[in-house]
């Protein structure tokens, strides 16, 4: 139940979004991808002045106005300057990924324990399940948005509007101003978005920069189907078909789960789904043309139902799938009552399959082996945070017992939607910013975990015995990334501390930027990268490593894994241990314990190495006490591991 009332509150938060696409998309013309930046503008706004105590309806009208301002943007550049529609959508979307990330300070805001639209109805609820008496109010609020916006477009402006957008050579000779009136259209289509985005915000629990990826797509997917379920003329119509569509979208999406659907193939679904809502009434049209044209064939009234009816048809095939996807479930596991664990990680990356492989090798060590006596659901959301979501609510459809989010972005999903089951995270850095607690031992009675910031002090602390003297180090980060933020961030504060290191930073939106910024600092005559722990950025290592190389300059990580493959220096935490003290948190809670009495537990192993062979070609001599230090040393083909250090063999192994 949770997933389809889930489903509809969504839906109806997402309909502000979807009518401000139908404003630019039917209305104008206008193939606006803005959206995809103002959506995160008005979450933006509405975030940190909820943070600053301001009312959240008064942030939800500011939101407005700053997607208003959005819009009047690339309508400006498009009409003053004669720019294609798209391009300035799109010139205008990137900008505001830098403009967002200043409104915000960070990445990430949590709303987890801020006023808001969830925290003002919770105490007014008359005793209906909380997500169904979101439901109903969200339902008023879009009834009355439906009335509003309907009424709007019987006004004079409003008749101008549509009249500007179906005929502006005719609007012109008429008087009208069209710029002005196309302006000030897109204007008020991304006001809408940017409301959307605050009303999301709000009820998911916190802004995030990446959160209105895909959003114009998702714009028009409700647009779309909306207008082949109701077919009419009439703006009532026309615009409660754009509320319908986005009902129907996320329904689908929801249907999707419930039949089992890989999360990370929504997007292709979707795509699917729009070309085939696209295609059908042309095929269909096509076909009313020929038979029009044979003498004596008589056309049948129910071909105008055919897109209805092949949204009938799609919705049967995937409730076919959810069926044969339940048997074949069914089949494959024991009759025994499994404990489930559903397991999601934000991405493919090293550090965090190191968590999640030791934490399926030491739950198997404590007797739980997958499929027999417990069952554990892996998903990897692949850097998505929406594919995050979507993940957790088919853990809630599949009833698992226990949610094992990796990363601090799963995590701060989790414990928003996660309420009546224990989360176990792991691999997170500071799970206090993102509201799991205030203390160890204070923190949400369904949440416990392991964490702990990466040894930024240590690593620095290498960097200067190796390069003695007055230096200056490099680093890059994902500003996108709360956890990189908050990694930086101590850097920062621990270079603060010795006045004779500089620091230099530069950041990036993606891999494909990596190696552009080395190449920056590096020409800025650093001695030094210094690369906090970052998923983005470990994942390009190659390209940093390419841009020192020319002027042979060392790199220390927090990625032990990385030693192998170029880096001078490594110190960071044994993620190997995160997962395995999550699986022992986990037996923990199956044993019967509840995760309020389980205070959050650190990591307690760190791993430091040096690359013997990367000193030699860089022309660096390493102290012999410092290399007597090391859990890990590198020469060549070569692993060795200091006397008294035994322990740490699984680390070696890893490396080789």
């Given amino acids: ?21 139908f404003i630019t998309f039917r209305i104008h013309d206008f193939p606006d991808i803005t959206v995809d930046g103002s959506f995160v503008t008005g979450a933006a706004v509405t975030a940190v002045l909820i943070v600053a105590g301001v009312n959240p309806l008064a942030a939800l009208v500011l939101a407005f106005l700053a997607g208003a301002c959005a819009g009047t943007l690339t309508a400006f550049i498009h009409t003053r300057f004669n720019i294609n529609g798209l391009l300035a959508g799109i010139l205008v979307m990137t900008g505001l990924y830098s403009i967002n990330l200043h409104i915000m ?39 009355l948005f439906w009335a509003i916006i309907s009424l709007f477009f019987r006004t004079d402006f409003g008749i101008t509007m549509r009249a500007t957008g179906n005929n502006p050579v005719m609007a012109s ?22 409301i959307s985005g605050g009303l999301v915000a709000q009820y998911q629990g916190f802004a995030d920069i990446g959160m209105g990826i895909g959003a114009i797509v998702f714009g028009l997917a409700a647009v779309i189907i909306g207008e082949s379920v109701i077919k009419t003329r009439t703006m009532y119509g026309r615009v409660l078909s754009v509320v319908i569509g ?55 009234r129910i071909s105008r139902r055919k897109p209805i009816i092949g949204l009938g048809c799609l919705a049967l095939l995937v409730v076919a799938g959810a069926f044969f996807y339940k048997i074949h479930n069914s089949n494959t596991l024991t009759h025994a009552k499994l404990v489930k ?65 990796i990363s601090t972005g799963c995590t701060q999903a989790a414990i928003q939607k996660i309420k009546d089951r224990p989360v176990v995270f792991a691999s997170v850095a500071n799970p206090f910013i993102l509201g799991a607690g205030k203390s160890d031992r204070d923190h949400l009675s369904n949440v416990t975990g392991v964490y702990g910031a990466s040894p930024l002090d240590r690593m620095m602390a290498m960097v200067t015995r190796i390069l003695p003297g007055r230096i200056k180090i490099g680093t890059l980060w994902d500003p996108s990334q709360l956890n990189a933020v908050y990694n930086v961030g101590c850097l920062k504060e621990v270079v603060a501390r010795n006045t004779d290191v500089t620091f230099v930073g530069a950041t990036v939106s993606g891999s494909s930027e990596v190696y552009e910024a080395a190449v920056s600092l590096a020409g800025k005559g650093i001695n030094a990268f210094v690369l906090a722990p970052d998923n983005i950025v470990y994942s390009a290592f190659e390209s940093i490593l390419k841009a020192a190389a020319p002027k042979k300059i060392p790199i220390f990580i927090g990625d032990v894994e990385r030693l192998k493959d170029g880096a001078l220096g490594a110190c960071g935490h044994d993620y190997s241990l995160s997962g395995i003290q999550a699986a022992r948190l986990v037996d923990r809670i199956i ?17 430091v190495g ?15 006490d410092l290399i007597s ?10 692993v060795t591991i200091p006397k008294g250090l035994s322990g740490k063999v699984e680390i070696v192994k890893r490396v080789e």
């Fill in 610 to 624: 040096l690359n013997l062979k990367a000193a030699r070609e860089l022309g660096i001599t390493i102290p012999k």
């Fill in 591 to 607: 044993k019967g314990e509840k995760p309020a009495a389980i205070p959050f537990e650190q990591y307690t192993r760190i791993t």
């Fill in 341 to 405: 664990i559903g397991l999601v990680q934000l991405t493919d990356h090293a550090l965090l399959n190191i968590t999640r492989d030791s934490f399926i090798e030491e739950m198997k060590r404590l007797g739980y082996e997958n499929k027999k006596n417990v069952r554990i659901i892996m998903e990897n959301a692949n850097g998505e945070m929406m594919t995050v979501n979507s993940i957790l609510d088919k853990f809630l459809l599949e009833k698992v017992d226990i949610v094992l989010p």
């Fill in 105 to 143: 300070g960070k990445s990430n805001i949590p709303l987890l324990n801020q006023p808001g639209i969830v925290s003002f109805l919770r105490p007014i609820n008359p005793g209906l399940p909380g997500e169904v008496w979101f439901c109903l109010v969200f339902l008023f609020l879009v009834a």
């Fill in 173 to 194: 000779a008429s008087g009208v101003n069209v710029n002005a009136v196309k302006t000030m259209g897109i204007a008020l289509a991304n006001g809408l978005v940017g």
């Fill in 1 to 21: 139940m949770e997933l389809w009332i889930g489903a509809l509150n969504l839906g109806f938060l997402y309909a502000f979004m979807a009518m401000g696409v």
């Fill in 246 to 300: 986005s009902l129907v979208f996320r329904l689908m999406v929801a249907l999707a789960l419930y039949a089992g659907l890989n999360p990370i193939d929504l997007k292709l679904i979707t795509a699917l789904f729009v070309l085939f809502i696209l295609i059908a009434p042309k095929v269909i049209g096509q076909r009313r043309s020929q038979d029009s044209r044979t003498p004596g064939r008589i056309v049948p």
């Fill in 629 to 638: 230090e090391m859990t890990v040393i590198i020469d060549g083909e070569k």
